[in-house]
């Protein structure tokens, strides 16, 4: 592994659209020679190398213009059917298969003009002029690239200018996907009895899925001066999210000389920095395990199941009527409408677990539905100073689901869980929740019925029933703070956080094999008073230990010792020699030369299942080390994971993977044609570098979720910000481009590149080209 040679940087020749010598293009408006207005938007972008833009400008409507061309320089396609998503028109563009038709009548249904015209009501005038410039900077994008659009979207019809209204209902989009958002099929397809049966229809053609979305999480440490080389902060930011679509991470550098200089990621679907650093402090996130959204089980009027009571009374579901523009097979087009039922609490839904029926139905309230914070927030975020002004940021309440993890450059480091969750606590719950049948004791379901049952409503929060920003869990040291999605509790083991509402996450429960990893690597860091480097921090992950391996490999092991006997399972008897073989050769690791990685990986699959396998419980006084040791000693353990092993080589078998190749043969990325390895592995297996995939014929391909950006900012002793990082996946979203696969190689390679924050860095990029904007 090579950790940042000095030559990473700067590895492209000069651009391939400008002259080298001539790196300035000048677009201004109008005819040439007449007189102009002043511009209502002038800006400057410079892009360095990799395709990263540094977008800079004298007031917040023009970067907001330069921003939305800067993004769409790498994502037009992608956010312009974004766009159509929350216009709810997918179903009129690719017709209304693949959940098309039913994320139009979710979104229809709940982004509707008055609710646009609510959130716009809520928003700062420099809000407006940020948001009013992205809507300028996007369509001019459009009128300027035309025809240079990637061959994903290049002349599509559907690629089209956008309202302020469009760019607000995306805003809105976001905060609710992991809340409401996971309940669209149930939504669209919600029915009272009455109807259903006049239809021919049931409940059971839908089925809800609780569990929460699959690879999405992350990673992030926090260092304070007491451990650090410098005697300053140091932040490792490793996000685990989406590999494609809207939810990728784009780099981007935003300035206002005087008032904001800010650099790190959006998301291609966000308008702003939400992860990054400037010259005093740096932040990431964290998916956090706070619950954003509640059922609520309604009690219906068994001579009418629209009505519902609440309190002494009934309360009728209101019918609301959505029309859904359609596009058929043959290329038709009509019109669909479609019924969504309300109740005060938000939507009802139905599936088989979750039924319509004469006495019960369930509805679902979304927290961030109401949340309008989001602008001020991560406006504020990049301004900060100080941990004093992070935390300030974070309690505007616009952070819709995740940890906030920061350092500053004082030495500081910083945890909390001030997300948007819904104001709950230990007693509410005791007294209100609801088991349902079919229902996962994890979700919480509510009594509709009780006017007690409520989300409390407190003055001190910004968005309407969450909890106020004093009652969330933080934690400032001058050591250390983690957290791998793991709750609050164990940010700091040795200084647990305890006594908040369990509607934000458990205490003294069992962390995950991947929190546990970051826990013991940290401690390897710093134990024996040693200090860490920005270097030590990149090796932690670029390691690409597997602590589930370290921890518990050996008893494996142990069963392969000779002789080996055989395993009978339902697909026939298997010799354990090849993946045995395998396993006591592995380094233990997932670079991409390891060999033997994927045995684990598939074992731990059906291992992790085996009930009682543990010889150690957990133990909450010693939560970083517990539960470990596998039961080889009990019969049915040891039998267990014998099959797990046998399972796991039919597994690869099946794909054509032999159980000893090297990681990267069949982990891998394919960029402009070529084959790039991939290195890191599944975060359930105890791998704390995570690469979520699935195994498919030939190996693990395409990337599903994983390590995307990923930053190491610190601070040179002298207080100068010394920021590194990666964009995993490259820059731009179609893969045959020039930036759609140059990050990604050296991400392949175990480097990192220096983020040019500095203007001295930007000024002397070799593949420097600069566009000036004016509107």
């Known amino acids: 592994m090579r950790l940042l040679p000095a030559v990473t940087t700067l590895l492209f020749g000069a651009s391939a659209t400008l002259p080298a010598q001539s790196a300035t293009t000048t677009r201004p408006v109008g005819k040439p020679g007449a007189a102009r207005a002043t511009p209502a938007y002038e800006v400057t972008i410079r892009w360095t190398s990799y395709g990263i833009p540094h977008v800079k400008a004298n007031d917040v409507g023009s970067l907001g213009f330069g921003f939305a061309y800067a993004t769409m320089t790498d994502a037009a396609c992608t956010i312009a059917r974004d766009m159509l998503m929350v216009r709810g028109e997918l179903s009129q563009t690719f017709g209304p298969d693949s959940g098309h038709r039913e994320s139009d009548v979710f979104h229809r249904a709940l982004l509707t003009d008055s609710a646009v015209n609510a959130f716009r009501a809520t928003q700062s005038a420099s809000a407006h002029r940020s948001t009013a410039g992205y809507v300028a900077g996007y369509n001019r994008y459009l009128k300027d690239h035309a025809a240079t659009l990637s061959p994903r979207c290049k002349g599509a019809a559907w690629v089209r200018p956008v309202t302020v209204d469009d760019v607000i209902r995306l805003h809105m989009s976001f905060g609710i996907r992991y809340g409401v958002g996971r309940f669209m099929k149930e939504m669209a397809t919600a029915a009272p009895p009455s109807d259903r049966k006049a239809a021919g229809s049931g409940d059971d053609a839908v089925q809800t899925d609780f569990d929460a979305p699959d690879g999405l999480g992350s990673n992030a ?119 969504v039922w309300m109740s005060h609490y938000g939507p009802v839904v139905m599936s088989e677990q979750l039924p319509w029926t004469t006495t019960r139905a369930f509805a679902i309230r979304d927290v961030n539905l109401a949340n309008d914070r989001a602008t001020a927030t991560y406006d504020a975020l990049g301004r900060a100073r100080t941990i004093a002004d992070v935390d300030a940021a974070i309690s505007l309440g616009g952070v819709a689901f995740t940890n906030t993890i920061a350092a500053d450059r004082e030495g500081t480091a910083y945890y909390a869980d001030v997300s ?150 339902p697909n026939g008897s298997v010799d354990l020699s090849a993946a045995c073989s395998a396993l006591t050769a592995w380094d233990r690791r997932e670079t991409i030369d390891s060999r033997g990685a994927q045995v684990w990986r598939e074992f731990w699959a059906f291992a992790s299942r085996i009930p009682n396998a543990w010889t150690v419980p957990f133990d909450a ?101 010394d920021p590194r990082g990666i964009l995993t996946y490259s820059q731009h979203e179609d893969p045959n481009t020039e930036h759609g696969g140059d990050l990604t190689r050296l991400y392949s390679k175990g480097e990192m590149i220096r983020l040019p924050f500095a203007e001295a860095d930007i000024v002397a990029d070799r593949n420097l080209r600069v566009v000036r904007l004016k509107q």
């Open 221 to 339: 440490v926090a260092m304070g001066r007491e451990v650090t080389t410098t005697g300053r902060g140091l932040l490792l930011g490793n996000p685990h999210y989406p590999w494609q679509g809207s939810s990728r991470f784009h780099l981007i550098h935003t300035t206002i000389p005087g008032q904001l200089d800010v650099m790190g990621v959006s998301l291609y679907s966000t308008n702003g920095v939400i992860i990054g650093f400037n010259k005093d402090i740096a932040w990431t996130h964290t998916v956090s395990t706070g619950t954003r959204s509640t059922l609520y089980a309604l009690a219906l009027d068994p001579n009418d199941p629209t009505r519902y009571r609440y309190g002494t009374a009934w309360r009728a579901l209101r019918r609301v009527t959505v029309r859904v523009p359609l596009m058929s097979a043959n290329g038709a087009a009509s019109t669909e409408s479609r019924t």
């Open 621 to 721: 006084a010693d939560a970083a080390h517990t539960p470990r040791g596998l039961a080889t000693d009990n019969p049915t353990v040891k039998e267990g994971l014998r099959r797990a092993l046998a399972q796991a080589q039919q597994r690869l078998a099946q794909a054509g993977v032999a159980p000893d190749a090297t990681l990267g043969s069949v982990q891998y990325e394919m960029r402009q044609g070529e084959r790039i390895p991939i290195p890191g592995g599944a975060g359930g297996t105890g791998m704390w570098s995570v690469i979520t995939t699935e195994l498919k014929p030939g190996g693990y391909s395409p990337i599903i979720h994983g390590n995307s950006y990923i930053q190491v900012v610190g601070w040179k002793a002298d207080g100068t910000v």
């Open 420 to 569: 948007t969750v819904p104001n709950i606590d230990a007693a509410m719950l005791t007294a209100c929740r609801v088991q349902a049948p079919g229902i996962p004791a994890a979700i919480i379901v509510l009594n509709g019925a009780d006017p007690a049952c409520e989300w409390k409503q407190d003055k001190a929060s910004a968005v309407a029933g969450a909890m106020p920003p004093s009652a969330m869990p933080r934690l400032r040291r001058t050591d250390v703070v983690s957290n791998a999605n793991d709750s609050y509790w164990l940010t700091n083991p040795a200084a647990p956080i305890e006594g908040f509402s369990p509607i934000i996450g458990g205490e003294r429960t069992a962390r995950s094999l991947r929190t546990r990893a970051g826990l013991q690597f940290i401690a390897e860091a710093t134990a024996n008073g040693r200090k860490v480097s920005a270097e030590q921090l990149q090796a932690m992950l670029y390691s690409h230990r597997n602590y589930g391996a370290e921890l518990l490999l050996n008893d494996v092991l142990a069963l392969c010792a000779a002789p080996i006997a055989p395993v009978t399972t």
